[in-house]
């Protein structure tokens, strides 16, 4: 589904099931610091330490790029790179994964209203969300996610989620940025 008010999407890992039972362990494994608002974050390059899991869903959610950036652009992307026989132009495919971390909330924990300009796109993944887990607010509109689910955002959105009433909640988040000439990870 994409949202074009807001222009972002909400897709569900078909692994989830599989995979997100592990996934806070290995969170907890990389933990460094706490984020404003009390949240515990893990370091930011999870996308370079070949943990299987959290690859395969960054492969996955590598493959959806394409079709948002072109659902974004109302079809209106010219396919015109050098790899598709053109001389310059967009390529749908030189999409990276430019920072990621694992986010886990315990009760009174937030993350204040923040945004990651100048990058592409954000993502969350959703991982583990107790009953009563907070929304994510995007731009003021709040995102009620559920386990398995991820939303990829433009990266200037403003975004925050209020205080946890619960232990547990736990995401995969990320930047993503476009770069020319770059292939995806794969």
């Not at 909330?105 to 204040?112: A, H, L, R």
Request: hydrophobic share 30%; proline share 6%.
């Amino acid at each position: 589904m994409i949202n074009r008010s807001l222009y972002f999407k909400v897709d569900s890992y078909p692994f989830a099931d599989r995979v997100n039972p592990y996934l806070c362990d290995i969170f907890k494994e990389y933990y460094i610091q706490s984020v404003k608002g009390g949240a515990k974050r893990t370091t930011p390059n999870l996308h370079e330490k070949g943990i299987k899991e959290i690859d395969n869903i960054l492969r996955w959610i590598c493959d959806l790029l394409p079709d948002f950036a072109y659902n974004i652009s109302g079809g209106r992307i010219i396919y015109d790179a050098p790899k598709f026989g053109g001389t310059g132009g967009f390529d749908p495919y030189s999409y990276k994964v430019d920072g990621c971390w694992g986010i886990t909330y315990d009760k009174g924990d937030s993350v204040i209203k923040h945004n990651h300009f100048p990058y592409t796109f954000s993502f969350c993944y959703y991982v583990n969300t107790p009953p009563q887990s907070p929304p994510l607010i995007i731009e003021g509109k709040r995102m009620r996610m559920k386990e398995g689910q991820l939303i990829i955002f433009l990266s200037h959105y403003n975004h925050w989620v209020p205080k946890c009433k619960i232990d547990g909640r736990c995401v995969l988040v990320g930047n993503i940025d476009y770069n020319l000439g770059k292939e995806l990870m794969r």
